[in-house]
C-alpha cells in the first residue's frame, strides 16, 4: 500500500512541477513581450526623433501592430497552457492507473517468488548450454549449495539410478532418479518441459522433481512382500503336489489290491468290507485330485490344451461313467447332443470332461428321485455351445447361487450336513470354464432341482473323423411307453429332431395309446418292472416292426427273457445316439443291438481268454513294491507274462538281455519316477538302442499325474501312450487288445 502512495506522490510532485514551470514561462512570456513593446516604441521614437521622421500616424499602427502581435502570442501561450493542463491530467490519472498495476505485478511477482522458493518440489532451470538460470531454495537445499553459486554453473545432481523417459504428448518428459544428496539416496521422479524465454529467442529446459522416495520405498516394500507371498504361495502349491503325490502312491496300492481282493472268494461280509475300503479309497482319492487341481489353478500352472475331439463320444462318455453311480441310488442319467453341432471340436477335452463329470456328479449327488439330463445345444453366438446339467434334486436357494462358485463354499456348510464335499468342484469348474473363455451360472427352484449353464465357444475342428449323420425318420410314428423319466423325455426330444413323431404314454395309457394309430417303432423302459414290460410285450404283439426295451446294465440279465417276451431290440441306459439310429434304422437282431460302453466289457467276454492263449511278455518297470505287484498280479491274471524290475537301470538291463537272447518284450510298462535313470530316460535309451535294431516295443507310461505336460513328456521321451495308476483293469485290458491286433495284423 505504502509502495503504492510514494509512487502517486511523486507524480502529483511531477505535476506540480510541471505548472509551475509553466507559470513562469507565461510570466517570463509577458515580461518579453512587455520588454519588447517598450524596446520597440522607444526604437521607434528615437528614430522618428533622429531623422525627423515623425509620422505619428505610422507610430501608432507600428506600436498597435505590435501590440496585436502580442497579445496573439499572449493568448495562443495561454491556450496551449490550458491543454498542456488537461494533457498534465490525464497523464496523471494514466500513471495513477500504471502506478496501480505496476504494484499489483510486483506483488504478484513477489508472492510468485516466494511460493516458488518455498516450494517442497525441486525446480532449476537450465539454458541451452546446461547453465543453471534459477533454482528454487528445495533445489539448492538437495544440491547442498547456495543461490549464488548455482546460478551460471552447469551443476548437476549426482545420480545413482534412473529409467528411460516417457514423453507426453504435450511435449513434457517424465523420469525417475536416484540422487545422492546431503540428506541421502532420495528418488526424484523429474517433470520436464522446454520453456521460452526473451520473447521467443531462447529456450531453456524447466525441470520440476518432487520427491518420490517414500512412495518408491513403500512400493518396493510391497513389491518385495507380493513376490514373497508368491513364493510361499509356490511353495504350498509344490507341496500340496508332492504330498498329494505322495498319497495317492500308497493309495493306489490299497485301491489296486482292494480290486484284487474282490476278485478272490470272499464271505458276502468280507465283499462288504473290501467294498467299503474301496468305495473309501475312491474318495480319497478324487479329494486329493481336487486339492492338487485347486492347486494347480492357484499357482496359475491351469494350461489349456486346445487339439481335437468329439463332443458327441465325450459327452456319452460323462454319462456313461457316471451311469452306475445314478443307478445305484435308483436314478437316471441320460445325455442329448445336438447332432447339428460340429462333430469335431478344437478345444481341452480333459478339462471340459473334468467340468462335465463336477456338474453331474453333484446334480447326481444331490438328487433323490428323477434324474440328471445332460443336454449340449447350439448357443445364441457363433460357435457357441451351450451345455446344460439339469436336475430333479434338492435345488439352490438364491442367496447361496454366486457363494457355491467361491473356494470351499458349500450351500450347507453346517456341521449337521448331510452331503460330504470340499466346496472345492464348482470353483474349480468355475474357473477352467474361464480359462477356456466361457461362463458358468445356475438356475434353481428350491425344492424341485437345479440347471447348471456352461457356455463356451469351441471352434470347429478339421478332422477325418467319421461323422455321425443323424437318420431321417420324417415319416415314422414312436410310441415310448415309460414313467416320467430323464431317459424317456431325452430319448423323445432327439428322436423329434430326427423328425419322428413321439407319445410318451404312461403304463396307465400305454395299451390305449398302442391301439389308436399304426406305430412303426414302440420303446419300452423296463423300469416300468419286469411283470409290467413282459405283459406290454404281450400286448404289441407283432405289429410294430421295432419293438425295443430299455434295460439298465444290472437289467441285463433278463435279456433272454425279453426277447422271449417278443422284444426286437433293446438299449441299455444311458443310451447312445448310433445305438438308438441302428435300432430303428438298421436291419437289426436282438443280439446286435448294443453299443454302449456299459455293455463293452461283456463284449469281449473273449478278451481274456484270447489273451490268455497267446500270452504276451510284459515288463514293469515300477520302484514301488505295492505297485509293482499289483501290476504283476493284474497281468498275470489276464494270462501274461510279467517280469518286474525296481528301477530305470534294471528295466534297461533286463529288457537288452531279453532282446540278446531273441526273446524280447512285447511290451514295457514304464513308472516315470524311479531312482537313478527315471522312466523317461530309460525310453529315450530303449528307443535310441532300437535304432540298430529297427524293431520297436511299445512303452507305455504308468503315471498317477495324467496332466497334459505329463502326458507330452512320455510321448516325447518316445513312449506310445500312458496309463493311469492305480491301474485300472479295462483300460489294461484295453491297451493289451490293441497290441494283440497290432499282433494279428504283423502275423
Ligand atoms: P462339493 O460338492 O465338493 O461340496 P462343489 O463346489 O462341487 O463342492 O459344490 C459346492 C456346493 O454347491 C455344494 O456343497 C452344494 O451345496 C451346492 N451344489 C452344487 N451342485 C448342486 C446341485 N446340483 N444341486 C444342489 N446343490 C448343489
Same mark, same amino acid.
Given at each position: 500500500?505504502r509502495?503504492?502512495?510514494?509512487?502517486?506522490?511523486?507524480?502529483?510532485?511531477?505535476?506540480?512541477?510541471g505548472?509551475?514551470?509553466?507559470?513562469?514561462?507565461?510570466?517570463?512570456?509577458?515580461?518579453?513581450?512587455?520588454?519588447?513593446?517598450?524596446?520597440?516604441?522607444?526604437?521607434?521614437?528615437l528614430?522618428?526623433?533622429?531623422?525627423?521622421?515623425?509620422?505619428?500616424?505610422?507610430?501608432?499602427?507600428?506600436v498597435?501592430?505590435?501590440?496585436?502581435?502580442?497579445?496573439?502570442?499572449?493568448?495562443?501561450?495561454?491556450?496551449?497552457n490550458?491543454?498542456?493542463?488537461?494533457?498534465?491530467?490525464?497523464?496523471?490519472?494514466?500513471?495513477?492507473?500504471l502506478?496501480d498495476?505496476?504494484?499489483?505485478l510486483?506483488?504478484?511477482?513477489e508472492?510468485?517468488?516466494?511460493?516458488?522458493?518455498?516450494?517442497?518440489?525441486?525446480?532449476?532451470?537450465?539454458?541451452?548450454?546446461?547453465r543453471?538460470?534459477?533454482?528454487?531454495?528445495?533445489?539448492?537445499?538437495?544440491?547442498?549449495?547456495?543461490q549464488?553459486?548455482?546460478?551460471?554453473?552447469?551443476?548437476?545432481l549426482?545420480?545413482?539410478e534412473?529409467?528411460?523417459?516417457?514423453?507426453?504428448?504435450?511435449?513434457?518428459?517424465?523420469?525417475?532418479?536416484?540422487?545422492m544428496?546431503?540428506?541421502?539416496?532420495?528418488w526424484?521422479?523429474?517433470?520436464?518441459?522446454?520453456?521460452?524465454?526473451?520473447?521467443?529467442?531462447?529456450?531453456?529446459?524447466?525441470s520440476?522433481?518432487?520427491?518420490?522416495?517414500?512412495?518408491?520405498?513403500?512400493?518396493?516394500?510391497?513389491?518385495?512382500?507380493r513376490?514373497a507371498a508368491?513364493?510361499?504361495?509356490?511353495?504350498?502349491?509344490?507341496?500340496?503336489?508332492?504330498?498329494s503325490?505322495?498319497?495317492?502312491?500308497?493309495?493306489?496300492?490299497?485301491?489296486?489290491?482292494?480290486?484284487?481282493?474282490?476278485?478272490?472268494?470272499l464271505?458276502?461280509e468280507?465283499t462288504?468290507?473290501?467294498?467299503a475300503?474301496?468305495?473309501?479309497?475312491?474318495?480319497?482319492?478324487s479329494?486329493?485330485?481336487?486339492?492338487?487341481?485347486?492347486?494347480?489353478?492357484e499357482?496359475?500352472?491351469l494350461?489349456?490344451?486346445?487339439?481335437?475331439?468329439?463332443?458327441?463320444?465325450?459327452?456319452?462318455?460323462?454319462?456313461?461313467?457316471l451311469?452306475?453311480?445314478?443307478?445305484?441310488?435308483?436314478?437316471?442319467?441320460?445325455?442329448d @447332443?445336438?447332432?447339428? *453341432?460340429? &462333430?469335431?471340436?478344437?478345444g481341452d477335452? =480333459?478339462?471340459?470332461?473334468?467340468?462335465l463329470l463336477? /456338474? +453331474?456328479?453333484?446334480?447326481i449327488?444331490?438328487?433323490?428321485v428323477g434324474?440328471?439330463?445332460?443336454?449340449v445345444e447350439?448357443?445364441?453366438?457363433?460357435?457357441?455351445?451351450?451345455?446344460?446339467?439339469?436336475?430333479?434334486?434338492?435345488?439352490?436357494?438364491?442367496?447361496?447361487?454366486?457363494?457355491?462358485?467361491?473356494?470351499?463354499?458349500?450351500a450347507?456348510?453346517?456341521?449337521?450336513?448331510?452331503?460330504?464335499?470340499?466346496?472345492?468342484?464348482?470353483a474349480?469348474?468355475?474357473r477352467?470354464?474361464?480359462?477356456?473363455?466361457?461362463?458358468?451360472?445356475?438356475?434353481?427352484i428350491?425344492?424341485?432341482?437345479?440347471?447348471?449353464?456352461?457356455?463356451?465357444t469351441?471352434?470347429?475342428?478339421?478332422?477325418?473323423?467319421?461323422?455321425f @449323420?443323424?437318420?431321417? *425318420?420324417? &415319416?415314422?410314428n414312436?410310441?415310448?411307453? =415309460?414313467?416320467?423319466?430323464?431317459?424317456?423325455?431325452? /430319448? +423323445?426330444?432327439?428322436?423329434?429332431r430326427?423328425?419322428?413323431?413321439?407319445?410318451?404314454?404312461?403304463?396307465?395309457t400305454a395299451?390305449?395309446?398302442?391301439?389308436?394309430q399304426?406305430?412303426?417303432?414302440?420303446?419300452?423302459d423296463?423300469?416300468?418292472?419286469?411283470a409290467?414290460?413282459?405283459s406290454?410285450?404281450?400286448k404289441?404283439?407283432?405289429?410294430?416292426?421295432?419293438?425295443i426295451?430299455?434295460?439298465?446294465?444290472?437289467e441285463?440279465?433278463?435279456?433272454?427273457?425279453?426277447k422271449?417276451?417278443?422284444?426286437?431290440?433293446y438299449?441299455?441306459?444311458?443310451?447312445?445316439?448310433?445305438?438308438?439310429?441302428?435300432?430303428?434304422?438298421?436291419s437289426?437282431t436282438?443280439?446286435?443291438?448294443?453299443l454302449?460302453s456299459?455293455?463293452?466289457?461283456?463284449?469281449?467276454?473273449? &478278451?481274456?481268454?484270447?489273451?490268455?492263449?497267446?500270452?504276451?511278455?510284459?515288463?514293469?518297470?515300477?520302484?514301488?513294491?505295492?505297485?509293482a505287484?499289483?501290476?504283476r498280479?493284474?497281468?498275470a491274471?489276464?494270462?501274461?507274462w510279467?517280469?518286474g524290475?525296481?528301477?530305470?537301470?534294471?528295466?534297461?538291463?533286463?529288457?537288452?538281455?531279453?532282446?540278446?537272447?531273441?526273446?524280447?518284450?512285447?511290451l514295457?510298462l514304464?513308472?516315470?519316477?524311479?531312482?537313478g535313470?527315471?522312466?523317461?530316460?530309460?525310453?529315450?535309451?530303449?528307443?535310441?538302442?532300437?535304432?540298430?535294431t529297427?524293431?520297436?516295443?511299445?512303452?507305455?507310461?504308468?503315471?498317477?499325474?495324467?496332466?497334459s505336460?505329463?502326458?507330452?513328456?512320455?510321448?516325447?521321451?518316445?513312449?506310445?501312450s500312458?496309463?493311469?495308476?492305480?491301474?485300472d483293469?479295462?483300460?489294461?485290458?484295453a491297451?493289451?487288445?490293441?497290441?494283440?491286433?497290432?499282433?494279428?495284423?504283423?502275423a
Amino acid at each position: 500500500m505504502r509502495g503504492r502512495r510514494d509512487s502517486t506522490d511523486s507524480l502529483r510532485r511531477h505535476f506540480y512541477r510541471g505548472s509551475r514551470l509553466v507559470g513562469h514561462t507565461v510570466r517570463w512570456a509577458f515580461l518579453t513581450l512587455g520588454a519588447l513593446t517598450a524596446s520597440s516604441v522607444l526604437f521607434v521614437y528615437l528614430y522618428s526623433v533622429n531623422e525627423e521622421v515623425y509620422d505619428p500616424s505610422l507610430f501608432a499602427i507600428g506600436v498597435g501592430g505590435l501590440f496585436a502581435a502580442s497579445c496573439g502570442a499572449i493568448l495562443l501561450l495561454v491556450n496551449s497552457n490550458r491543454k498542456f493542463r488537461a494533457e498534465l491530467r490525464r497523464s496523471l490519472t494514466r500513471c495513477e492507473l500504471l502506478a496501480d498495476r505496476n504494484w499489483e505485478l510486483q506483488e504478484a511477482e513477489e508472492r510468485a517468488k516466494s511460493l516458488l522458493e518455498t516450494q517442497g518440489d525441486l525446480i532449476v532451470r537450465r539454458d541451452a548450454e546446461g547453465r543453471i538460470t534459477y533454482a528454487n531454495d528445495a533445489f539448492c537445499a538437495l544440491a547442498g549449495q547456495s543461490q549464488q553459486s548455482l546460478l551460471g554453473s552447469t551443476t548437476t545432481l549426482d545420480v545413482l539410478e534412473h529409467d528411460n523417459f516417457t514423453p507426453l504428448p504435450d511435449g513434457t518428459r517424465l523420469h525417475d532418479q536416484k540422487i545422492m544428496s546431503m540428506a541421502g539416496a532420495r528418488w526424484v521422479a523429474w517433470r520436464e518441459v522446454i520453456v521460452r524465454v526473451d520473447g521467443n529467442d531462447r529456450t531453456e529446459v524447466q525441470s520440476v522433481g518432487r520427491d518420490i522416495t517414500d512412495r518408491v520405498n513403500a512400493e518396493r516394500a510391497l513389491g518385495e512382500a507380493r513376490d514373497a507371498a508368491e513364493a510361499a504361495n509356490r511353495a504350498k502349491s509344490r507341496f500340496l503336489a508332492v504330498v498329494s503325490h505322495e498319497i495317492r502312491t500308497p493309495l493306489n496300492g490299497i485301491l489296486g489290491m482292494s480290486e484284487l481282493l474282490l476278485d478272490t472268494p470272499l464271505t458276502p461280509e468280507q465283499t462288504t468290507y473290501v467294498r467299503a475300503a474301496k468305495t473309501s479309497g475312491d474318495a480319497l482319492l478324487s479329494l486329493i485330485e481336487e486339492i492338487l487341481d485347486f492347486s494347480k489353478i492357484e499357482a496359475g500352472k491351469l494350461e489349456m490344451a486346445a487339439r481335437p475331439f468329439s463332443l458327441f463320444t465325450l459327452i456319452e462318455e460323462v454319462v456313461e461313467l457316471l451311469g452306475p453311480r445314478a443307478q445305484a441310488k435308483g436314478i437316471e442319467i441320460a445325455s442329448d @447332443v445336438d447332432e447339428r *453341432l460340429p &462333430a469335431c471340436m478344437m478345444g481341452d477335452d =480333459a478339462r471340459l470332461r473334468q467340468v462335465l463329470l463336477n /456338474l +453331474a456328479g453333484n446334480a447326481i449327488k444331490f438328487t433323490e428321485v428323477g434324474g440328471v439330463s445332460v443336454i449340449v445345444e447350439r448357443g445364441a453366438q457363433p460357435d457357441e455351445v451351450v451345455f446344460l446339467v439339469r436336475d430333479t434334486g434338492i435345488g439352490i436357494m438364491p442367496e447361496q447361487r454366486v457363494r457355491i462358485f467361491l473356494d470351499f463354499e458349500q450351500a450347507d456348510s453346517g456341521s449337521t450336513r448331510k452331503f460330504g464335499g470340499t466346496g472345492l468342484g464348482l470353483a474349480i469348474s468355475k474357473r477352467i470354464v474361464e480359462h477356456m473363455g466361457g461362463s458358468i451360472d445356475v438356475e434353481s427352484i428350491p425344492g424341485q432341482g437345479a440347471t447348471f449353464r456352461v457356455a463356451m465357444t469351441l471352434k470347429r475342428a478339421d478332422t477325418d473323423e467319421p461323422i455321425f @449323420v443323424a437318420p431321417e *425318420l420324417a &415319416a415314422s410314428n414312436v410310441l415310448i411307453v =415309460a414313467p416320467t423319466s430323464v431317459a424317456a423325455s431325452l /430319448l +423323445a426330444r432327439r428322436l423329434s429332431r430326427w423328425g419322428a413323431r413321439i407319445l410318451i404314454a404312461p403304463e396307465t395309457t400305454a395299451a390305449e395309446s398302442l391301439q389308436e394309430q399304426a406305430w412303426d417303432a414302440v420303446i419300452v423302459d423296463h423300469a416300468l418292472g419286469s411283470a409290467v414290460t413282459a405283459s406290454f410285450a404281450a400286448k404289441i404283439g407283432n405289429k410294430p416292426a421295432r419293438r425295443i426295451v430299455l434295460v439298465t446294465p444290472s437289467e441285463r440279465q433278463g435279456l433272454a427273457a425279453l426277447k422271449d417276451a417278443g422284444f426286437t431290440g433293446y438299449l441299455v441306459k444311458p443310451v447312445r445316439a448310433a445305438s438308438l439310429k441302428t435300432q430303428l434304422v438298421a436291419s437289426n437282431t436282438f443280439e446286435g443291438a448294443v453299443l454302449t460302453s456299459a455293455s463293452a466289457i461283456d463284449e469281449q467276454p473273449d &478278451a481274456k481268454t484270447a489273451d490268455a492263449r497267446k500270452g504276451f511278455k510284459i515288463l514293469i518297470a515300477e520302484d514301488n513294491k505295492i505297485n509293482a505287484l499289483l501290476a504283476r498280479s493284474l497281468i498275470a491274471k489276464l494270462g501274461h507274462w510279467p517280469t518286474g524290475a525296481a528301477n530305470g537301470t534294471m528295466a534297461l538291463d533286463a529288457w537288452r538281455t531279453a532282446r540278446s537272447a531273441g526273446a524280447p518284450y512285447d511290451l514295457v510298462l514304464m513308472d516315470l519316477h524311479m531312482p537313478g535313470i527315471d522312466g523317461l530316460e530309460a525310453t529315450r535309451r530303449i528307443r535310441a538302442a532300437e535304432t540298430e535294431t529297427g524293431r520297436r516295443t511299445p512303452i507305455i507310461a504308468l503315471t498317477a499325474n495324467a496332466f497334459s505336460e505329463d502326458r507330452e513328456a512320455c510321448l516325447a521321451a518316445g513312449m506310445d501312450s500312458f496309463l493311469v495308476k492305480p491301474l485300472d483293469r479295462e483300460q489294461l485290458l484295453a491297451v493289451l487288445n490293441l497290441l494283440s491286433k497290432a499282433a494279428q495284423m504283423a502275423a
